[in-house]
């Protein structure tokens, strides 16, 4: 099965842009989605496929990919958008089993 | 409204068999897979498996195959995941989870509130 890599950690100072990044070889294939998971509450979908936003989920969030690589960016950081952050993706065996990555603290200073 | 309503916490003890439950409505259930993701107590989210109740037809992660069991009762709309032997590693909250696939992608669109099991002698 495949693995998807997350920075533990990662801090933004507030009304700044921060990006949050996804690795593995799955994303040479299928597109990551993205979501936020805030203490005590279950996790919400924030991007999916090749950049694409929920109803209700703010602007400010966006998506992109290159390579094994993707990419949750925020333009211009809130203080709610402290949570932590996981991407996954179709796991690269085609056979609809799903990867999580590890999952991405971010602070908001 | 799309809703996903899980059953509530429960307290084992090891050895014990444990089987819980996932109602949808406001959409068609039979007609989107939904599987389940485990989070450790502080730790990150891992992929369990899924069921497509419209056939029964079942994915499991190696790292739960085995393990547990995914079901589906698609007359009352409702998924299940069941332990037969629960162990104190089982100690987690539980999600279930529509999940949408396209050809180059998937994602989970709506989430369950979440079950907690605690597993303990």
């Known amino acids: 099965s495949s693995e998807l890599t997350q920075d533990p950690a990662v801090s933004v100072a507030l009304g700044q842009t921060v990006r949050i990044t996804c690795q593995g070889d799955s994303l040479r294939s299928y597109y990551a989605s993205w979501y936020q998971q805030k203490p005590g509450q279950a996790p919400v979908l924030v991007i999916y496929?090749?950049?694409n936003r929920p109803s209700g989920i703010p602007d400010r969030f966006s998506g992109s990919s290159s390579g094994n690589t993707a990419s949750l960016t925020i333009t211009g950081a809130q203080a709610e958008d402290e949570a932590d952050y996981y991407c996954n993706s179709r796991d690269s065996s085609g056979n609809l089993l799903v990867v999580f990555g590890g999952g991405t603290k971010l602070t908001v200073l | 409204e799309v809703q996903l309503v899980q059953s509530g916490a429960e307290v084992k003890k090891p050895g014990e068999s444990l089987k819980i439950s996932c109602k949808g409505s406001g959409y068609s259930f039979t007609s989107y897979w939904i599987g389940w993701v485990r989070q450790m107590p502080g730790k990150g989210l891992e992929w369990m498996g899924i069921i497509y109740p419209g056939d029964s037809d079942t994915r499991y992660s190696p790292s739960f195959q085995g393990q547990v069991t995914i079901s589906a009762d698609k007359s009352i709309s409702t998924a299940y995941l069941q332990w037969s032997s629960l162990k104190a590693s089982d100690t987690a909250m539980y999600y279930c989870?529509?999940?949408?696939?396209?050809?180059?992608?998937?994602?989970?669109?709506?989430w369950g509130q979440g079950t907690l099991v605690t597993v303990s002698s």
């Open positions: 496929g090749k950049n």
């Open positions: 989870a529509r999940h949408l696939y396209q050809d180059t992608a998937m994602e989970i669109d709506y």
